[in-house]
C-alpha cells in the first residue's frame, strides 16, 4: 500500500512539474484513484485539509490585490527613483522595496507593481532591463518568507505548527526566522550592489504615479497589527487568524464595491489556481501520513544521519534548496513539514530548527532558476513581452550567487540560535 501511495504521488508531482497535463485533471485523477482503491476515504481527506491555511491565502490575496489597486507601491517606487543619486542606487533602492512590499504582498503580484518602473528606468538608460527585473523577482522571492502572511509556505508552516504571526520575528524568547531572512538580505543584496554599481548615470526624473486612495494600505496596516496584537492572546481561537484576515478582507471588498463597483472583478482575478491547488495537494499529502511514508521517510533521514543533528539540518535546508530550485514549492513545504517534525522528534530536539531551516530553503531556492518559482516565470513573461529573450543561464547568474548568499547566512544564524 505504501508503494502504490509513494508511486501515484511521485508519479502526479512529476506530471505537475513537466506540465505534461492540466494540473487540476493530475489531481483529480490522483485522488479519484485513492479513494477507488481503498488507500484514503473520503473522510480522511476532507480531514487533511488545512482550512486555516485556506483562509488566510485567500484572505491576504484579497488585501494584496486592494493595494496593487491602490497604487501605493508604484507611488513609493517612483518617489525612491526621483531621490536616489544614481541609477545603480536607485535599481537597489527598488529591489529593497520590492523586498518589503512582498513581505505583506504575494511575490507575483510584487513584481507586477514593480516592474513597470525598472523598465522605464532601463529603457531611459537604453540598458538592457534583464538583470533589473530578476533583482526585483529575486528580492521578492527571499522577503516572502519574512512574515506570516507574506508567501503561501510561510502561511503553511505557521499554520501547520501552531505559530502565530509574533513567532516569526520573536519565539520562545529567541530571535525568530525574520531575522535569518534579514541577514541574508543584508549578505544578498551586497551580489546585487556588486553587479548594479557600474550603472552611475545620473536619474532621470520618472513621471510620479498617483495614489488612488490609501485605504488598502490603512486596512493591509491595521490586519498585521491586529495579527500581532492578537499573539499574546493565551487560549486564543485555533481560527483567529482565519477569521481576522476574512474578516479584513471583507471589510475591503465592500468598500470597493461600493466605492468603484468593481468587487465582482477582482474577485475574479484573484489567484484561484493556487487557491484550489492547495486543496488537492492537502489531500494528497494527506494519503501519504494517512499510510505512514512521511513516518518512512523521516525514519530514512534520521538513519543516514545517524542522529547527527547538523547533518540533519544541512540535508533538510540544502536539499530543499535543491528541489525547489525546479518544482513548485507549495506541494513540497506541505509533504516536508510533517517529515521535519518527525525528524526533529526522533532527535529529541525542537522542531523550530528544522522548520525555519525547510522555509528558507523552499522559499530562497526558487530564485536559482527562471522556473523555480511563480515570480520568477512572471518576470520571464514580461521580458518577453518586451521583446527581451531570457536564457536559463542568464538568471542562474544572478539567481545563484543571490540565493547561496543569503540561505547560507540564514542557514548559520539558524543553526547557531536554534540548535
Not at 507574506?150 to 505559530?163: R, T, Y
Amino acid at each position: 500500500m505504501k508503494l502504490l501511495v509513494a508511486a501515484v504521488f511521485l508519479l502526479t508531482y512529476l506530471l505537475i512539474v513537466t506540465k505534461k497535463a492540466h494540473p487540476f485533471v493530475v489531481l483529480g485523477i490522483a485522488i479519484g484513484f485513492l479513494f477507488v482503491s481503498g488507500v484514503i476515504t473520503p473522510k480522511q481527506a476532507i480531514s487533511s485539509i488545512n482550512y486555516n491555511v485556506l483562509a488566510v491565502f485567500l484572505g491576504t490575496m484579497v488585501l494584496s490585490s486592494l493595494f496593487t489597486f491602490s497604487a501605493v507601491p508604484a507611488y513609493l517606487a517612483t518617489k525612491l527613483v526621483d531621490r536616489a543619486k544614481t541609477v545603480g542606487t536607485a535599481l537597489l533602492g527598488i529591489c529593497i522595496l520590492s523586498g518589503l512590499i512582498s513581505s505583506v504582498v504575494e511575490n507575483v503580484a510584487t513584481v507586477l507593481i514593480v516592474a513597470p518602473i525598472a523598465f522605464e528606468v532601463a529603457r531611459r538608460l537604453k540598458a538592457d532591463p534583464l538583470p533589473f527585473l530578476i533583482g526585483i523577482t529575486v528580492s521578492a522571492n527571499l522577503q516572502g518568507c519574512a512574515t506570516m502572511v507574506g508567501d503561501s509556505p510561510s502561511i503553511i508552516l505557521a499554520l501547520s505548527s501552531g505559530m502565530n504571526f509574533m513567532d516569526f520575528f520573536w519565539m520562545k524568547g529567541r530571535p525568530g526566522i525574520t531575522f535569518a531572512v534579514e541577514l541574508g538580505a543584508l549578505a544578498s543584496f551586497c551580489v546585487l550592489y556588486l553587479m548594479f554599481r557600474k550603472y552611475k548615470q545620473p536619474v532621470e526624473r520618472i513621471e510620479e504615479v498617483k495614489v488612488k486612495t490609501w485605504f488598502p494600505a490603512i486596512l493591509l496596516m491595521l490586519m498585521l497589527l491586529t495579527l500581532g496584537s492578537t499573539s499574546f492572546i493565551k487560549n486564543r481561537h485555533p481560527y483567529s487568524v482565519a477569521f481576522i484576515c476574512l474578516g479584513y478582507a471583507l471589510i475591503g471588498l465592500v468598500w470597493h464595491q461600493l466605492r468603484h463597483k468593481e468587487s465582482i472583478s477582482l474577485i475574479k482575478d484573484l489567484d484561484w489556481y493556487t487557491f484550489f491547488f492547495l486543496i488537492g495537494i492537502f489531500i494528497l499529502v494527506g494519503s501519504l501520513s494517512f499510510c505512514g511514508v512521511i513516518d518512512d521517510i523521516a525514519r530514512f533521514i534520521s538513519a543516514i544521519t545517524k542522529g547527527n543533528k547538523f547533518l540533519s539540518f544541512t540535508i533538510i535546508v540544502w536539499f530543499s534548496v535543491l528541489v525547489s530550485a525546479f518544482v513548485d514549492n507549495i506541494p513540497y513545504t506541505v509533504a516536508m513539514i510533517p517529515v521535519a517534525k518527525l525528524v526533529a522528534t526522533s532527535l529529541g530536539t525542537s522542531p523550530y530548527l528544522f522548520l525555519f531551516g525547510l522555509l528558507i530553503g523552499t522559499s530562497l531556492g526558487g530564485n536559482i532558476t527562471p522556473i523555480g518559482a511563480s515570480a520568477n516565470v512572471v518576470a520571464v513573461g514580461l521580458l518577453h513581452k518586451e521583446g527581451y529573450a531570457v536564457k536559463f543561464c542568464d538568471f542562474v547568474k544572478i539567481g545563484l550567487p543571490f540565493t547561496l548568499s543569503a540561505v547560507s547566512t540564514g542557514y548559520l544564524f539558524l543553526w547557531f540560535v536554534w540548535r
